[in-house]
């Protein structure tokens, strides 16, 4: 099982910045990647950006490509991590509730909600243009 915390939602003019921390404790070994998700109202969550925990690689939606950076802080800690998501360029499309997410199958498509079994609570972001 892990627990997942995230932090560092608000309100923001578009063209501004936040970073979103997640904080995993419990069975991390369990864990090959970790993602960030976004869920406006009235529409699907969506993938916006991953990282496999051990080999570090990233994957990004177009949508949030060369605006977010995904990175973390522990990857050889078997029982703890933090995930965080630097959001620049902000836009009001970027609105939402921001979930972090673990994942503990296959890296064949890391954005996709089914590669994930391990939810945080969400965390919202407000971008007023």
């Known amino acids: 099982q892990v627990r997942l915390v995230e932090s560092g939602g608000g309100s923001v003019q578009a063209g501004g910045s936040l970073r979103l921390s997640c904080e995993a404790s419990?069975?991390?070994?369990?864990?090959?990647?970790m993602g960030w998700f976004r869920q406006a109202p009235g529409k699907e969550r969506e993938g916006i950006a991953t990282?496999?925990?051990?080999?570090?690689?990233?994957?990004?939606?177009?949508s949030v490509k060369g605006r977010f950076t995904i990175s973390q802080d522990n990857a050889r800690d078997t029982m703890r991590n933090t995930v965080y998501l630097q959001m620049n360029s902000l836009k009001s499309d970027d609105s939402g509730m921001y979930y972090c997410?673990?994942?503990?199958?296959?890296?064949?498509?890391?954005?996709?909600?089914?590669?994930?079994?391990?939810w945080g609570q969400g965390t919202q972001v407000a971008v007023s243009s």
């Open positions: 990282i496999h925990i051990s080999i570090g690689e990233t994957v990004y939606a177009d």
């Open positions: 997410a673990a994942g503990a199958g296959s890296w064949w498509k890391p954005l996709s909600f089914d590669a994930y079994n391990s």
């Open positions: 419990g069975k991390m070994y369990l864990t090959n990647y």
